[in-house]
């Protein structure tokens, strides 16, 4: 895409409500139970079986309020939970526009510790940046794939921690637990070997709280996130299309792949008589 290569994103469904919840829902409003077609929603005000309720997979009733009325909050009470790995930061800030869904993310103020201590480490080997290179290569942090890129991408965040390193007495003391800042000189001159007591040792809290200006768009991003599927309905039809970012839409794709059915048709005119 665009002479670049990537990776696109991996989607995994975590959980998902059912529909039987969202049906009784929509009887409530009317007093239309003895009109369902599931049994067990025809009998939910005298016996719930709320097994049965939750494996219902199809609902006329819900089908005709989406379709026809276009009576879309009923269908809120349907939820689906996703894990998202390895989308981009740049994603996530179009992603997180959508305001109705939970969304949680993994922080770069606690996992950055291995690009800290690539970089700590690297400042004992005879060619520091290679040495940097060589370990955020292998940390795989980024969506795009292109190595000849990413020694460019690389280059500037070793460049802006050396920046920040020699303006900032502290920054050691800042980027290393208490606990592990002895290793730094049993390990001189051997990054090599600095660089595995660290990965090992305690990491810093915090951590990223100083250093997350080295972070780019391009820095892959794990979240588990999950929507009611009236906004889901919103996140697809604005994201997998052709309108939208192409990262996003990966995004949208993905997701979309491993959406039962039974919600699809109630949310997606392709799905809609499936």
Known sequence: MYQLAYEKPKVTLLQESGLGVAEIAARTCYDSFENSENEAVKNAMQHLDIDAINAIADSDLLKNLAWVHHHHSIIEHA?????????????????ARHRLQAISVR??????SSVINAFI??????????????????????????????????????????????????????????SSLPYLEENRGDAKALFEKLQ????????GDKFKHIVSDN????????????SLK?????????????????LAEAMKEVTPVKYLKLIDKEYKNK
């Open 121 to 178: 480490s690297s400042l004992e080997s005879e060619d520091p940046f290679s040495f940097f290179l060589e370990k955020l290569l292998k940390l795989k942090l980024f969506v795009i794939t292109d190595e000849a890129y990413l020694a460019i991408e690389i280059r500037a965040i070793f460049d802006k921690l050396f920046f920040q390193y020699e303006r900032d007495r502290e920054f050691i003391v800042s980027a290393v637990a208490k």
């Open 219 to 230: 820095w892959k991003v794990d979240m588990v996130v999950t929507f009611n599927i009236r």
């Open 200 to 207: 090992a040792g305690k990491k810093k809290r915090n951590v």
């Open 234 to 250: 919103n996140y697809f039809d604005l994201r997998d299309s052709g309108a939208a970012w192409f990262q996003i839409r990966w």
């Open 107 to 112: 922080s770069t103020r606690y996992t950055m």
């Open 79 to 95: 939820t689906l939970s996703y894990l998202i790995q390895g989308t981009s930061r740049g994603v996530l800030q179009e992603h």
